[in-house]
C-alpha cells in the first residue's frame, strides 16, 4: 500500500497479543523507521484495532511509542472522521474509564498527536535522552512563535519528569525503561472472569501437521473437513451435532488446548441431502443454514466460544433453493451468528465469498478474532466466476459500440479483468487492509484459538441472548 510515498511496510505500527510478567495483554509498538513513525491512514486503523481488542477483552494495553504524528500529505485521510487518529484519543480516555490498564513508554520523537496517545494513557514512561514529546518541535516553534530552543528542553525526558509533570517515570535507557514496564505488569490484580469451561489440555491423535496434506492443490477438489477438525482439536474428539442432516455445514463440541468450543465449519465435498439430491461442497443450502442457527443459539445458551472454519462459496441459487426459503433460512443463521453474545473466532482456511463470508461470521460481525491459512481467498466471488460476469458486461458495451470482439480479443480481455481480480483476492490483499487479523501457519491454529479464548475469559459476558424477530 502507498507505493507512490515508498510504500509503508506493516503500517508503520507492530502489535500482538502476548504475555508481561505472566499477565496476557496487548503490546502497540511504532516503527519509526517507516517514515519516522508517522500516522497513514492504515495506521490508525490498525491501532484502532488493537484497541477494539483490548476493549472487548478488557486485556491491558502496552504503547511502545515513537511517533511523527499524522502523516501529512494523507491527512484528509487520517485526521477528521469518526474512525480516524482522533478516535484513537477518545478510546484512550473510554478505556481509562472501563478500568483497562494502559501504559505508554515514550522511546523516541513523539510529536503533534503523536504526544497525545501516551499522555492519555494511565501512565507514561520516558527514555532519557532519547525520548521527547511535545505539541510541536523545535523548528514548528521558531517559525510560530520566534523561540529558539533545542528539543531535548523544550520536551525531553528532565523538562517532563522534573519541571511540567507531564511523564511518570524517567529511565536512563530502553532496557530500564522495558524493565520497568515487567515490574509494573507484575503488580496488576486478578481480574473478573467470563467463565468459560477448560479441562487439561490433550494433543490431537491426528497429528497437527496432517493439515498440510488434507486441503488440496485445487479449489475444485474435493476434501473431508473433519480431518482438519479433527487435526485441530484435543484428543482429535469431536462430537457432531446432527450429522446426517444439513451436510454442507458440519457442527459440533469439542475441546482446544483444554478450552470447549463449538465449531461450525464449511464441508467442501459433494454431499447427499435428507432428500437424496446431491448438494455442491462449500455452499449453504437452507436445511444447512437452519441447522447452524439451531447450533449458534445452543452455544450461547451453554456459554461455549464459538469457532468458524470457512470454506464457503456463498449460499445455493436457483428456483429450488428460492422455492425453499433459501433467503429465510441465511436470515436466520446471520441472525443467530450476529447476535452471538460468546467469543466468536474465525479460521478462513480457503474460499470466502459472497454472504457466506457474513453467515461464517467474517470481519464484519465482529469476531474477536478472525486469521487467514495463506490458502484463503476473500471476495464477493471467485476471480474465474467476477472475470466471466465482467467479461459479459464489457464485451456487450464494446459490441455496443460497434466493435468487433475477435476470440483473441475477448481472451485478452478476460485474461485481464481476471489478473486484476486475482490480487484482490490474495489474503495478503486482505491482510493489508486488516480484513483479517493475520494470516498464520495453518498449525498454529490451536494456539491462536486458545489464546483468544483466554483473552475473551477476562470479559464477563454482561447482556442476555437474544435474536429478535426470526421468521420459522
Not at 470454506?311 to 441459487?317: A, E, H, I, L, N
Not at 491454529?445 to 483473552?455: D, L, N, P, Y
Request: glycine residues 10%; aromatic residues 8%; contains cysteine.
Amino acid at each position: 500500500m502507498y507505493q507512490e510515498y515508498g510504500g509503508c511496510p506493516s503500517g508503520g505500527v507492530v502489535g500482538m497479543i502476548g504475555y508481561v510478567s505472566g499477565k496476557q495483554c496487548i503490546v502497540v509498538a511504532n516503527d519509526a523507521t517507516v517514515k519516522a513513525g508517522a500516522w497513514f491512514p492504515i495506521t490508525g486503523k490498525k491501532n484502532l484495532r488493537f484497541q477494539e481488542i483490548s476493549i472487548e477483552n478488557k486485556l491491558p494495553i502496552i504503547y511502545l511509542v515513537d511517533s511523527a504524528g499524522v502523516f501529512l500529505p494523507m491527512q484528509d485521510e487520517i485526521f477528521p472522521d469518526k474512525e480516524h487518529f482522533g478516535r484513537i484519543f477518545r478510546n484512550n480516555a473510554i478505556m481509562s474509564s472501563m478500568g483497562i490498564t494502559q501504559i505508554a513508554a515514550i522511546m523516541g520523537s513523539c510529536v503533534a498527536g503523536g504526544a497525545y496517545l501516551p499522555i492519555m494513557s494511565d501512565e507514561s514512561l520516558i527514555v532519557d535522552k532519547t525520548g521527547s514529546i511535545f505539541l510541536a518541535g523545535s523548528y514548528l516553534v521558531k517559525a510560530a512563535i520566534g523561540e529558539d530552543i533545542d528539543n531535548e528542553t523544550l520536551g525531553g525526558a528532565t523538562t517532563h519528569c522534573e519541571i511540567s509533570g507531564v511523564t511518570d517515570y524517567k529511565c536512563k535507557d530502553d532496557n530500564d525503561c522495558l524493565d520497568r514496564i515487567r515490574r509494573m505488569m507484575d503488580k496488576i490484580g486478578d481480574y473478573q472472569k467470563a467463565g468459560f469451561n477448560r479441562s487439561k489440555s490433550k494433543t490431537p491423535k491426528q497429528k497437527i501437521e496432517d493439515v498440510y496434506g488434507i486441503l488440496p492443490d485445487s479449489r475444485e477438489k474435493q476434501y473431508e473437513i473433519k480431518d482438519i477438525i479433527k487435526s485441530i482439536v484435543d484428543d482429535s474428539e469431536f462430537d457432531e451435532y446432527k450429522a446426517a442432516y444439513g451436510k454442507t455445514i458440519v457442527c459440533g463440541y469439542a475441546r482446544i488446548d483444554g478450552w470447549a468450543v463449538g465449531i461450525v465449519a464449511n464441508q467442501r465435498k459433494v454431499v447427499k441431502s435428507k432428500t437424496g439430491e446431491m448438494q455442491f461442497g462449500g455452499v449453504i443450502y437452507s436445511d444447512s443454514a437452519d441447522k447452524s442457527a439451531r447450533f449458534i443459539m445452543n452455544c450461547n445458551q451453554k456459554k461455549i466460544p464459538l469457532v468458524f472454519l470457512q470454506d464457503v462459496s456463498g449460499f445455493m441459487v436457483g428456483s429450488r433453493s428460492e422455492h425453499a426459503g433459501i433467503i429465510k433460512d441465511g436470515a436466520k443463521m446471520v441472525s443467530a451468528q450476529a447476535n452471538s453474545v460468546v467469543p466468536k473466532f474465525t479460521i478462513i482456511i480457503g474460499n470466502s465469498y459472497g454472504a457466506g463470508n457474513y453467515a461464517m461470521c467474517g470481519k464484519a460481525y465482529d469476531p474477536r478474532l478472525i486469521v487467514a491459512w495463506p490458502s484463503a481467498q476473500l471476495a464477493v466471488m471467485s476471480g474465474a466466476a467476477a472475470a466471466k460476469t465482467l467479461l459479459q458486461i464489457e464485451i456487450a458495451s464494446l459490441k455496443g459500440k460497434g466493435e468487433k470482439i475477435t476470440k483473441e480479443r475477448e481472451e485478452e480481455i478476460y485474461n485481464k479483468i481476471k489478473n486484476k481480480y486475482d490480487e484482490q483476492i490474495s489474503p495478503y490483499y486482505a491482510a493489508a487492509r486488516l480484513w483479517t487479523d493475520a494470516i498464520i501457519n495453518p498449525i498454529d491454529t490451536r494456539k491462536w484459538i486458545s489464546m483468544g479464548i483466554e483473552a475473551a475469559n477476562h470479559a464477563p459476558i454482561e447482556k442476555p441472548y437474544n435474536v429478535g424477530v426470526i421468521q420459522t
